[in-house]
């Protein structure tokens, strides 16, 4: 029992050693480790990373196309990185980008809107039609036709404003969608990277968006006018439809004023004929009325230069004057012309005379006047007058004109003077009550 309990003592105690030899070797052993247990809890500092991420790419890419409000970024795809000298890396990089709404462009209206509208011409040209064309339709002859009636004529304002409804409805420009929500368009860039302070830097940014911008020549769908016509089928069915209906009620409206413009013109015509009715009628009172006056002028001439009729008056030249007196014998009337003999004087000498032979145009001139022309024959005369000169000379002659009251007015010269007419005498003379018998003339 003591040998047992020396022994249980004599465990323990050897127990209680080792337990504390153990304890310092473990101790030793953990004063040795410990430094490198302090090591490994130091930071280790990562590698730099060889290519920018998708998100680094994107984000520079966006910011390169920051004014592109019409699509958003979407699937990125990259080339592979070249390596520079200088560690910096050249790469490519595109992107598809998304468009957000429906994109428009303004278009011509489709050619078969003015086909519809082709049906409101006839009646259209009809109403603008020159007067002309509804004078012929009620019988009018050209010769009633001004070159006022040969224009053509405007429309009244309530036809006018209609049609230009019509045109504008007919050629308005339209929406036509050209790109879809969703579609995708394509922007790239060329660049070069390089990592700096835990951040990737980016310059020689080349980018090619053209497909974008082309956008811009596009109307979002946001951005569309209110009501704007859009090109549908149903639009375009719509609209050819309306275009039917405001035909139809312009050929409706222009119809009665097609028939007032017939009417009208029928009234014209009436008019037309009426005024040519009277004018004939006056054209013919006037042509009476100037056949009267002629043959009443005629009438005088003929009377003036009868048979025994006596003219006296004066005669003169510069500063000179004298006596002259035409006595017509015989005279006989012709269908255009009275022809008559007789002589001439001096009036305070008529025992001294000339024979002449006459002959007086019955046309009557615009001032009522008609002319005569004598010529002078052989006979007796004062040589000391001056009028000598012409009673001397072989081509002695008259011309002189007749008035409508019988007066006589002209000229008494020579063939010969032609060229120097101040030669000529001026003579004056007018109807004279018949003389006393004469004496007997002397050749």
């Given at each position: ?15 209680t ?11 030793a ?33 966006m ?7 019409i699509?958003?970024?979407?699937q ?7 390596k ?17 709404e429906?994109?428009y ?17 006839e009646?259209?040209n ?6 002309s064309v ?30 230009n ?55 979002a ?7 704007a016509?859009i ?11 309306l275009i ?37 009628r006056?054209?013919?009172e ?24 006596l ?13 002259i ?5 015989q ?21 001294a ?12 001139k615009?001032?009522?006047?008609t ?34 009251d ?11 003077w ?8 001026q ?5 004279k ?11």
């Open positions: 029992m003591k040998r047992l309990l020396i022994q249980t003592l004599a465990l323990t105690a050897t127990a050693m080792l337990t504390s030899c153990f304890d310092e070797i473990k101790q052993v953990a004063g040795e480790e410990a430094p490198a247990e302090q090591a490994a809890a130091e930071p280790v500092v990562p590698e730099a990373p060889t290519e920018p991420s998708n998100e680094d790419i994107t984000r520079m890419l910011e390169q196309l920051s004014g592109c409000e699509a958003s970024a979407g990125l795809t990259c080339s592979t990185p070249t520079n000298t200088d560690n910096s890396i050249s790469m490519g990089a595109s992107i598809k980008m998304a468009i957000k429906d994109l462009a303004k278009d011509a209206a489709p050619a078969a809107f003015n086909k519809e509208r082709e049906a409101v011409n009646a259209a009809t109403s603008m039609k020159p007067e509804y004078l012929f339709q009620v019988g009018a002859t050209s010769d009633l036709i001004t070159d006022a009636d040969r224009i053509a004529k405007p429309l009244p304002e309530n036809l006018q404003t209609p049609l409804e019509l045109k504008e409805l007919a050629e308005a420009p339209v929406y036509r969608k050209v790109v879809n929500t969703g579609d995708e368009v394509e922007a790239s860039a060329t660049f070069t990277a390089i990592y700096v302070d835990g951040a990737w830097q980016f310059s020689n940014i080349v980018v090619d968006n053209a497909a974008l911008l082309a956008l811009n020549d596009y109307t769908q946001s951005e569309l006018p209110q009501d016509p090109l549908t089928p149903e639009f375009e069915e719509s609209r050819k439809a039917r209906e405001k035909v139809a009620a312009f050929n409706q409206l222009a119809e009665p004023y097609i028939k007032g413009r017939e009417e009208a013109a029928r009234a014209t015509l009436t008019q037309h004929q009426a005024r040519a009715e009277e004018e004939a006056r054209m013919t006037q042509a009476a009325a100037q056949e009267a006056a002629r043959q009443e002028c005629i009438q005088g001439y003929v009377q003036a230069l009868a048979d025994d009729k003219f006296a008056g004066e005669w003169t030249r510069d500063k000179r004057f004298g006596e007196s035409l006595h017509i014998e005279a006989k009337q012709f269908e255009n012309a009275v022809q008559f003999v007789g002589t001439i004087y001096d009036t305070k000498l008529p025992e005379s000339l024979d002449i032979a006459g002959r007086c145009d019955l046309t009557p615009e001032d009522g006047t002319q005569l022309d004598i010529t002078i024959y052989d006979g007796q005369y004062d040589p000391d007058q001056p009028t000598a000169e012409v009673y001397d000379a072989k081509d002695g002659m008259l011309s002189l004109k007749l008035s409508k019988g007066k006589l007015t002209g000229i008494m010269s020579c063939t010969s032609a060229n120097n007419p101040e030669k000529a005498f003579i004056n003379m007018a109807p009550a018949k003389e006393q018998p004469r004496g007997k003339r002397r050749r």
